[in-house]
């Protein structure tokens, strides 16, 4: 047979797959996810487990952790040294478990995240409480197995006399699993053992009056009990934890945060580094000074604020922004019978309660089987002592102790057991005072044993024993709880003027969509005049904002889309600067142009609204409340159909008339109150029946029946007529001619469209823009007052072959 022979083909799937499936069983059972018995992993057993061994408790001097550390790694953990040392380390560190289950002297590390000493450096031994998850282990409760090369024993599980898992809880990552597990009040705890012991149909709701939620050894404020409730019934939920703060008063007005507690598991030094930066980079105005006041007296971080700054604000912000609240997720996992499962918290103590039954059993047998040997020694040394002359009689006539012991047998009925604690019964034991001893001692036994017998034979009185033990750890272990809970969550609101440095600023936009932001000094200083501000050559100024930094601005394109941009985020420049191009602080595509700009300060000022108006003559009103967003992109404003576009947006109070004027000179008056409130999204209705080619160049707002309605055709021609001949129609009817086009061979034209129309009240400067690229101006005073369907008058110079393509309102 060759040597190939003797090996049988395999796909390396199939290879890998049950090797990984090996390796991911193993760390499940015997590296990351806790017992649910003893709530200990496999190298947290085995560190206090050699550590009682070895005689290292709490009644005994300290002893190095080097030696603990080797004790282990040679006899139950063949693993590197390093993760025996961390098991160590964590079980000394106060601010990681509820009940520290070693004792450690030397430096253990901090909250800050320093490591701990080396582990020639530091001693240890166990603390006094893990002494009560080792207690009765030597009385057979607890199965053993061999160790890693079958020198020795250890145990598969502690006895754990209060249910570790919950009091110190756990956090481990497997192979397809994870586990977190927060620590509990011991009280609570065995409490809530009690009460399911007495009544094993309790509810959770009932349960969760008697054990509240988790309790941090870091204390801190928990908030979700909704979130608890979820946990404690499937095994996840999520909670938020929020240090515990307080705002105190200093001289001068000042005030300053002062943080007592902060959440499980956040390390302090990154804490107050991340407040430190917040100052520094002013990401928000009003922070002095951040400070790390810990020290022997406790835990205590100061935050020092300017004078008249917002300290419940600032305290809002941080709290959103940085670790003095995080969530803490529940993911309840633990070994059961070999086996990875979630568990709710009445699943978790009830299969403590089973392990305890079985412990409390297990040392029962073992104390009933010493009560049952000893009894049985004593009953026959009593018998002995009655009859002590023939006894000794008996001794002396044999030859050697086994044939005395041979002849005790025979002769008078005793046990080999009692004939061997006969002879070896010392002299002093046969005074009067011995011998009503070991008749008390008898009688003692006889109780300890019908004691036992009771406890094995009935449930009732076991689950009594169980809960009279874990009620003696409760009174002398039990602590105050250190986390308070909140059935809420708390919605952090950090207001605008927090993070913002309130100013009144200009922000200027040009019709090639230039944008910047100026403060009014550098306005003030550049000579107070509006056009001087920077412009490319060839550009105009569109827009001048007179705003606050904290107000933003909603800007609509002729797609029907909408961005909101908060006016800090536009860039600074100075008045005389040009800016920067729109495209750089918001992404507009290029195929998509600004028709709008609306500066808002208030989102939910009640009676506001927006009002659409688009080429085709659809019209829209929308409340302004459903324009506020958080996003940065564009978002619907108004459904704008595929041949139609956005003309324009104006800010309602739903109680004036509105006036369309269209390119062909057809002009309509309607109560925007016609217009009913509806949906961000929705398209809109017919504001004006148009003609196939026609469509809308102007809406302007009328107040009742004052002013007059100007209206500029593309030869420049135009003509004022009085709002109160246009009187109010029903929405989406034809309307009414507003401007006389003259037509024919011999007759001059004054033009074939609109090109806008404004409602004039005083008079003001209207620019031109030629098609040639040259601007024009005129005062709305050079058109003529004359009636609806007249032709008007020339007021803008337009050379033959030339057309007006836009006007506008001069700032």
């Given at each position: 047979m060759s040597t190939l022979e003797n090996f049988l083909p395999a796909f390396l799937e199939e290879v890998v797959g049950d090797r990984f499936g090996r390796y991911s069983k193993y760390i499940i059972q015997d590296r990351a996810i806790p017992d649910v018995r003893d709530g200990l992993k496999p190298v947290q057993r085995r560190i206090l487990y050699a550590m009682y061994d070895a005689g290292n408790t709490p009644d005994k001097p300290y002893r190095k952790s080097a030696k603990?550390?080797?004790?282990?790694?040679?006899?139950?953990?063949?693993?590197?040294?390093?993760?025996?040392?961390?098991?160590?380390?964590?079980?000394?560190?106060?601010?990681?478990?509820?009940?520290?289950?070693?004792?450690?002297?030397?430096?253990?590390?901090?909250?800050?995240?320093?490591?701990?000493?080396?582990?020639?450096?530091?001693?240890?031994?166990?603390?006094?409480?893990?002494m009560e998850l080792l207690r009765d282990i030597e009385k057979r409760t607890v199965q053993f197995k061999d160790n890693f090369d079958n020198t020795t024993k250890e145990p598969v599980v502690l006895p754990s006399r209060y249910p570790n898992l919950l009091v110190n809880g756990v956090s481990g990552i497997s192979s397809g699993f994870a586990t977190e597990i927060p620590t509990h009040n011991l009280r609570e705890v065995i409490n809530a053992c009690v009460e399911l012991i007495d009544r094993p149909d309790i509810t959770l709701e009932e349960l969760m009056g008697v054990i509240q939620g988790p309790d941090f050894p870091t204390g801190g404020i928990i908030m979700g009990s909704e979130g608890i409730r979820e946990a404690y019934r499937t095994g996840r939920g999520r909670i938020y934890l929020r240090g515990r703060t307080t705002i105190e008063e200093l001289r001068g007005g000042r005030q300053q945060i002062?943080?007592?507690?902060?959440?499980?598991?956040?390390?302090?030094?990154?804490?107050?580094?991340?407040?430190?930066?917040?100052?520094?980079?002013?990401?928000?105005?009003?922070?002095?000074?951040?400070?790390?006041?810990?020290?022997?007296?406790?835990?205590?971080?100061?935050?020092?604020?300017?004078?008249?700054?917002?300290?419940?604000?600032?305290?809002?912000?941080?709290l959103k922004k940085t670790d003095?609240?995080?969530?803490?997720?529940?993911?309840?996992?633990?070994?059961?019978?070999?086996?990875?499962?979630?568990?709710?918290?009445?699943?978790?103590?009830?299969?403590?309660?089973?392990?305890?039954?079985?412990?409390?059993?297990?040392?029962?047998?073992?104390?009933?089987?010493?009560?049952?040997?000893?009894?049985?020694?004593?009953?026959?040394?009593?018998?002995?002592?009655?009859?002590?002359?023939?006894?000794?009689?008996?001794?002396?006539?044999?030859?050697?102790?086994?044939?005395?012991?041979?002849?005790?047998?025979?002769?008078?009925?005793?046990?080999?057991?009692?004939?061997?604690?006969?002879?070896?019964?010392?002299?002093?034991?046969?005074?009067?005072?011995?011998?009503?001893?070991?008749?008390?001692?008898?009688?003692?036994?006889?109780?300890?044993?019908?004691?036992?017998?009771?406890?094995?034979?009935?449930?009732?009185?076991?689950?009594?024993?169980?809960k009279s033990e874990m009620s003696e750890i409760r009174d002398k272990y039990g602590i105050d709880r250190r986390s308070e809970i909140h059935d809420e969550v708390e919605e952090l609101k950090v207001g605008l003027e927090v993070m913002v440095t309130a100013e009144d600023v200009f922000v200027t936009l040009s019709q090639d969509g230039y944008i910047k932001r100026t403060g009014k000094l550098s306005f003030i200083r550049s000579g107070g005049e509006i056009d001087k501000t920077?412009?490319?050559?060839?550009?105009?100024?569109?827009?001048?904002?007179?705003?606050?930094?904290?107000?933003?601005?909603?800007?609509?394109?002729?797609?029907?889309?909408?961005?909101?941009?908060?006016?800090?985020?536009?860039?600074?420049?100075?008045?005389?600067?040009?800016?920067?191009?729109?495209?750089?602080?918001?992404?507009?595509?290029?195929?998509?142009?600004?028709?709008?700009?609306?500066?808002?300060?208030?989102?939910?000022?009640?009676?506001k609204s927006l009002l659409f108006i688009t080429r085709k003559g659809q019209v829209k009103r929308t409340e302004l409340k459903e324009y506020m967003t958080n996003r940065s992109i564009g978002i619907v404003a108004c459904k704008v159909g595929d041949q139609?576009?956005?003309?324009?947006?104006?800010?309602?109070?739903?109680?004036?008339?509105?006036l369309l004027v269209s390119k062909q000179g057809m002009a309509i008056r309607f109560k925007e109150a016609e217009v009913n409130p509806m949906g961000r999204a929705a398209a809109g209705v017919r504001g004006i029946q148009l003609k196939e080619d026609d469509e809308i160049?102007?809406?302007?707002?009328?107040?009742?029946?004052?002013?007059?309605?100007?209206?500029?055709?593309?030869?420049?021609?135009?003509?004022?007529?009085?709002?109160?001949?246009?009187?109010?129609?029903?929405?989406?009817?034809?309307?009414?001619?507003?401007?006389?086009?003259k037509e024919g061979k011999r007759v001059k034209s004054n033009g074939e469209e609109l090109v806008g129309a404004f409602s004039v009240k005083e008079p003001f400067e209207v620019g031109a823009f030629i098609s040639t690229g040259e601007r024009a101006s005129a005062s709305t005073e050079q058109a003529p007052i004359e009636d609806r369907k007249s032709p008007g008058k020339p007021i803008f110079p337009v050379s033959k072959n030339d057309k007006i393509t836009k006007i506008m309102k001069f700032l």
């Open positions: 603990t550390v080797g004790d282990v790694m040679g006899n139950y953990h063949p693993h590197g040294d390093a993760s025996i040392y961390e098991g160590m380390v964590r079980m000394a560190q106060s601010w990681k478990m509820s009940h520290m289950l070693i004792d450690g002297h030397g430096n253990w590390g901090s909250m800050d995240d320093d490591p701990a000493a080396a582990m020639r450096y530091t001693e240890a031994r166990l603390s006094p409480i893990s002062v943080i007592t507690e902060i959440p499980y598991q956040v390390v302090k030094a990154r804490l107050v580094t991340a407040m430190e930066n917040i100052r520094l980079e002013k990401k928000i105005e009003g922070i002095d000074e951040v400070r790390d006041e810990s020290g022997r007296e406790g835990l205590r971080i100061v935050v020092e604020l300017k004078k008249n700054a917002d300290a419940q604000g600032i305290l809002a912000y941080l003095l609240q995080v969530s803490y997720s529940f993911n309840m996992v633990a070994i059961v019978n070999k086996t990875p499962r979630q568990l709710g918290v009445i699943e978790m103590l009830q299969a403590y309660i089973e392990h305890q039954k079985e412990v409390v059993t297990f040392r029962s047998r073992y104390e009933l089987e010493k009560a049952e040997d000893r009894a049985h020694v004593l009953e026959g040394l009593v018998k002995a002592l009655n009859i002590l002359d023939e006894i000794i009689a008996a001794i002396k006539a044999s030859k050697n102790r086994q044939d005395a012991q041979n002849n005790l047998v025979a002769q008078f009925g005793f046990t080999e057991r009692q004939a061997d604690a006969i002879l070896t019964l010392q002299l002093y034991r046969l005074t009067n005072l011995e011998i009503h001893s070991l008749e008390k001692e008898l009688k003692d036994i006889q109780k300890t044993i019908a004691y036992l017998q009771g406890i094995l034979g009935s449930e009732k009185k076991l689950l009594g024993v169980i920077g412009l490319k050559e060839g550009d105009h100024l569109r827009y001048l904002l007179d705003v606050n930094t904290l107000e933003n601005l909603l800007i609509f394109t002729q797609k029907g889309q909408y961005y909101l941009l908060p006016v800090h985020q536009i860039p600074e420049y100075k008045w005389k600067e040009n800016g920067t191009a729109i495209v750089n602080v918001i992404p507009i595509p290029k195929d998509d142009r600004i028709v709008h700009v609306i500066p808002v300060k208030d989102f939910d000022e009640p009676g139609d576009a956005l003309i324009d947006v104006k800010v309602s109070t739903g109680e004036k008339d509105l160049v102007s809406a302007e707002w009328l107040d009742e029946d004052e002013g007059e309605i100007l209206v500029v055709s593309d030869l420049g021609y135009a003509k004022r007529s009085l709002v109160i001949d246009y009187p109010v129609q029903g929405r989406g009817g034809k309307g009414i001619i507003t401007f006389e086009f």
